[in-house]
């Protein structure tokens, strides 16, 4: 568990689910609160504590992505929201990512594995071990492990728990190309999701990172990974 308990809350409006993740995740040791509809469920995530929040993206009074891209973008909260969704079809997940979500499980889905992924991004999140000395640099490019802030000239980013682990592990790199499996093993450990969920979080990434500025940083080496790349080598941006 770490130094202190994992401190959760629940969006979800289906009481059984509810109380089966109750069960399961204090007999875990976690510290939980609870809300049945999305505006509640807002509410208590910006009266902030919270190590976590899994939100069902289903709810009445406030949709899941609502919730979670009003906490992103109108109060700009990077608290790690684990999304739980009905459908598995590649558009909902994307939304989900889109609207700010860090990682995502379709229903039904596993009580242990959902133990696993809220340890792994409460980890990433937390400082534990994740942070280093100083303030990486890369073209304009400054990330602070320390307060976690992200520029690019000058310009402050908003980049989701998720994007900002993708990124600190590009600029430890730079330039060197950083496999999909190190990516994957550093976001989510031996629990990946399915393919798909790096190269999402790639595009909302570079939506951020590069997309503003005109002049792309991230280059994908196919069948292999991703990089940093310098401003004069866009040209082979793929």
């Not at 994007?163 to 790199?173: D, G, K, N, S, V």
């Not at 790639?202 to 503003?212: A, F």
């Not at 990974?225 to 401003?231: Q, T, V």
Request: proline share 4%; with cysteine; aromatic share 6%.
């Amino acid at each position: 568990m770490g130094k202190h308990a994992i401190r959760a809350l629940i969006v979800e409006d289906n009481q059984d689910i509810m109380a089966n993740l109750f069960t399961f995740l204090e007999g875990k040791g976690y510290e939980l609160d609870c809300a049945y509809d999305g505006r509640q469920g807002l509410r208590l995530a910006l009266s902030g504590g919270f190590d976590v929040v899994v939100l069902d993206v289903m709810l009445p009074g406030m949709d899941g992505v609502t919730l979670c891209r009003k906490l992103r973008e109108e109060h700009g909260s990077s608290v790690p929201v684990l999304m739980l969704t009905a459908k598995d079809t590649e558009q909902d997940k994307i939304s989900g990512l889109d609207g700010g979500a860090d990682d995502y499980m379709v229903k039904p889905f596993s009580l242990r594995e959902l133990d696993a992924r809220l340890r792994a991004l409460v980890r990433r999140t937390g400082g534990g071990g994740m942070m280093s000395d100083g303030v990486l640099q890369w073209e304009g490019v400054e990330l602070n492990p320390a307060t976690r802030g992200v520029t690019r000239d000058g310009r402050a980013l908003k980049l989701s728990p998720t994007e900002f682990t993708i990124l600190h592990a590009l600029l430890r790199a730079a330039p060197a190309v950083v496999s999909r499996g190190e990516l994957e093993r550093e976001l989510w450990g031996e629990d990946a999701p399915e393919s798909n969920a790096l190269r999402i979080h790639i595009h909302s990434l570079r939506r951020e990172l590069d997309k503003p500025f005109g002049i792309p940083l991230i280059r994908t080496v196919p069948h292999v990974g991703y990089a940093l790349i310098r401003k004069e080598e866009q040209n082979v941006q793929s």
